[in-house]
């Protein structure tokens, strides 16, 4: 079967690398230096979507595998269908889940979602008028994609009144800007339940928890993740199964009753808050890095799980198969990220990693000249499996030891917040 990748990330990567097997010929839009060992260029001649899905009709491709949010919120689930090509994601419908926070929000309150209570507002002026009397921290955010940046937790009015003005007047996310949700803040740790759905049922994957900020202790800005382990031990059966009861499947037959058919990766960013877990975010897709540390544990075929979940099949797999123990995966950037960073660098080691028994996904790399150079903010995520938590900890990071590369920057301490639950 041919399939086309999109996206060219750790997590699309994963995908790959999960998905390869001698009947598969793998296809990819853009690829990165560890991608394109695995599969072929698509040859397009123009970058529009529609024209896109023609070239790949015309190459035999017969499945898409959308990684990121924004083709999915562009509609590309519904461009492939269209013209016969099966989609692992849902449609644009779907994806205003994750492209609107206004439509997440409102859906979540009209069916009783558990998420932090929220206003809604188009004028900047009426919301920095309901800031003056809100009670703070309070958490500003943009209704659009925002490649993850549009949430701002703000201690003070003073803040909060910032990130307005950022939001809304300097418009710093574009028309993602022209609407804001204002949040109640809510105290907790976070986890990520990703629920693969095929419309009428919904399997959670294992929990995981992913660490947002550059720095260790989850200090300084938010980026796009650097690093993850799963299981998320902090989730006992009770709690998953509020969670699948009240969240996920709860989503679900909200966005049925809305008339939409969604397909896919129901992705719920929660905080588990004293009164319960509660919906931060929905992502409509895999998360990043979350999909390097839950792949690599699951035993039940890839390809067979996707395409039942276009095929309206899902109910043919009761229950997942999974690895014992832990997979904990450290993300290495380039220095300066998620700020301005250079490209180019040498990339060593990586085979050295994969000796240790390491599992290395490549992000920002590319190969330039037969050789692997830096490419992006974050490069690799290097993964390690164990039977405990400790170990695969220990793991993850030997493999990471081994690579170098001029002003690599990664967390040490991926995976510390699940200790206090399995010792
Ligand atoms: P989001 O883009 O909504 O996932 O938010 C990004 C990050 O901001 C989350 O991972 C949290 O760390 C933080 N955050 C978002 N909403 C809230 C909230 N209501 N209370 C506390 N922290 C939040
Ligand atoms: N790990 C966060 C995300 O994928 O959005």
């Known amino acids: 079967m041919k399939i086309l990748l999109i996206g060219k990330g750790g997590r699309e990567h994963a995908l790959a690398w999960k998905l390869m097997d001698k009947d598969i010929e793998l296809y990819y839009l853009e690829g990165n230096g560890g991608i394109e060992r695995l599969g072929k260029k698509l040859k397009i001649e123009e970058k529009g979507w529609q024209e896109i899905a023609q070239t790949a009709k015309s190459e035999g491709i017969e499945f898409v595998v959308v990684g990121p949010e924004k083709p999915l919120v562009e509609g590309v689930g519904d461009i492939f269908r269209k013209i016969g090509i099966k989609v692992f994601g849902p449609t644009r419908e779907g994806a205003r889940l994750e492209g609107s926070k206004v439509f997440a929000k409102e859906l979540m309150k009209k069916y009783s979602i558990p998420t932090a209570s929220f206003e809604i507002f188009e004028d900047p002026e009426k919301a920095i008028k309901f800031l003056e009397k809100a009670k703070h921290p309070r958490v500003v955010k943009a209704d659009g994609l925002a490649q993850g940046k549009g949430s701002i937790v703000c201690k003070n009015f003073e803040e909060s009144k910032e990130a307005v003005k950022r939001i809304m007047v300097e418009k710093e996310f574009g028309d993602s800007g022209n609407r804001i949700v204002i949040e109640e803040f809510l105290e907790g740790e976070e986890a990520s339940i990703l629920g693969i759905t095929d419309g009428k049922q919904i399997i959670p994957l294992l929990p995981s928890q ?58 719920a960013g929660l905080m588990l808050t004293k ?148 010792q």
């Open 210 to 267: 992913d660490h947002k900020p550059i720095y260790d202790g989850d200090k300084g800005p938010n980026t796009g993740g650097m690093g993850a382990y799963a299981p998320y031990p902090g989730i006992d059966d009770e709690a998953l199964s509020y969670i699948e009861e009240k969240i996920l499947k709860r989503t679900l037959e909200a966005l049925k009753k809305e008339n939409i058919d969604f397909k896919g990766v129901l992705y």
């Open 275 to 422: 009164e319960g877990p509660k919906v931060l975010e929905f992502n409509v897709r895999f998360g990043d890095p979350e999909t390097q540390a839950i792949l690599p544990l699951l035993k039940t075929n890839l390809l067979d799980l996707l395409l039942a979940c276009e095929e309206g099949e899902l109910e043919k797999f009761k229950k997942l198969g999974w690895e014992d123990g832990y997979c904990v995966c450290v993300v290495i950037a380039s220095g300066g990220y998620p700020g301005p960073y250079e490209k180019g660098k040498l990339i060593e080691g990586v085979e050295k990693a994969e000796e240790e028994s390491c599992i290395v996904f490549h992000a920002g790399t590319k190969l330039m000249d037969g050789k692997l150079v830096t490419d992006g903010g974050r490069v690799l995520g290097v993964a390690g499996i164990e039977k405990t938590l400790p170990l695969a900890i220990e793991k993850a990071y030997s493999g990471v030891k081994k690579i170098k590369f001029s002003g690599m920057y990664f967390r040490k301490d991926i995976g510390k917040k699940g200790l206090k639950f399995v």
